[in-house]
């Protein structure tokens, strides 16, 4: 039989132990709660919970098979005329260069790889569409110089702000096994946050009547 003193280095053996494991249990409790909170945050909606480096215009950002060279942003007011409410969009001008290393094709930019990130809890934004050489599906060929492009987002007529910021996405170029183990295939796909660029917009009037 156990002696006495047996018995309570058990009990005491025991209590740390337990207490011991209500420490790790509540430390992986918060671990996760910090990972739904940074993944809540749409990844760059919040400052404090951005994952994703923060840079500001002029500057150059690769994702995925696209290279970005941001130079300025401009919001465009449309006045109020006759026949049309007034209108403001955003419009954000860049170079853009292929740099498909994996496959070289010739693509043009999707539009759901740049978002206007307005802040204050509220939705990004999509873009309107990428135009490259004057037109909005001009196929970028890897291996020739960057070209001049633009895209815009639609906002309200009364939009103002000092900076904006534009969320950027990338592709990476992976197989589907790595996701769902369908096959090793490997191609251009799940785009990601990969940066946030600020820009400090000028105001601009459109009285042509383009929009």
Request: proline share 5%; with cysteine; net charge negative.
């Amino acid at each position: 039989m156990e002696s006495l003193d047996e018995v309570i280095d058990a009990m005491i053996a025991d209590r740390v132990i337990h207490r011991h494991r209500r420490i790790w249990l509540l430390v992986i409790a918060l671990v996760v709660v910090a990972v739904l909170v940074i993944l809540a945050t749409g990844g760059w909606k919040e400052k404090k919970g951005r994952t994703v480096p923060t840079l500001t215009a002029p500057t150059t950002v690769t994702a995925g098979r696209f290279e970005y060279s941001f130079t300025k942003a401009e919001i465009v007011r449309t006045p109020k005329t006759e026949y049309d409410e007034a209108e403001s969009k955003l419009k954000v001008y860049f170079d853009a260069k292929n740099v498909d290393t994996e496959e070289h094709q010739s693509k043009n930019p999707d539009s759901d790889l740049m978002v206007l990130v307005p802040g204050g809890g509220a939705e990004n934004i999509e873009s309107d569409g990428v135009t490259c050489h004057g037109e909005i599906n001009w196929q970028l060929v890897y291996g020739l110089p960057p070209e001049s492009c633009f895209t815009t987002f639609k906002v309200d007529p009364d939009f103002a702000a000092k900076t904006v910021e534009i969320g950027v996405l990338g592709e990476s170029y992976e197989a589907v096994s790595g996701v769902f183990g369908a096959n090793d295939n490997e191609f251009w796909q799940a785009e990601a946050p990969v940066a946030v660029v600020r820009l400090d917009p000028t105001v601009v009037t459109d009285n042509g009547g383009s929009k």
